[in-house]
């Protein structure tokens, strides 16, 4: 049974940090690529940030990009994605996401879901 298991969402003020993790299980993790959404009452699920199987490549929303970081450790299987530099529009449910294909990640259709973690940023 595959699990995806995200956690560290909280309050933060804004121009803070704050850093969630996922740990995927029952499956090998260095078969999938990653992924972190994120998601506001009454709209779609979106697309955040994405790490290919070996950590080679990364690709990031334009909202996000030179604010959040998404390292994965395979031997750990975890991913994580490091926020700074917050602000009160990032704040959403986050949801991590595996998929063997890079794309999937990136179109926002991984096979396998998190169920989330609500990350909150005052102003």
């Known amino acids: 049974q595959v699990q995806v298991v995200e956690s560290g969402g909280g309050l933060v003020q804004a121009g803070g940090s704050l850093r969630l993790s996922c740990a995927a299980s029952g499956r090998t993790f260095s078969n999938d690529a990653m992924g972190w959404f994120r998601q506001a009452p009454g709209k779609e699920r979106e697309f955040v940030a994405a790490i290919s199987r070996g950590g080679g490549s990364q690709y990031y929303a334009d909202s996000v990009k030179g604010r959040f970081t998404i390292p994965r450790d395979n031997a750990k299987n975890t991913v994580d994605l490091q926020m700074s530099s917050l602000t009160p529009e990032d704040t959403d449910v986050y949801y991590c996401?595996?998929?063997?294909?890079?794309?999937?990640?990136?179109?926002?259709?991984?096979?396998?879901w998190g169920q989330g973690t609500q990350v909150n940023v005052s102003s």
């Open positions: 996401g595996a998929d063997p294909a890079f794309q999937s990640i990136v179109v926002v259709t991984p096979r396998y």
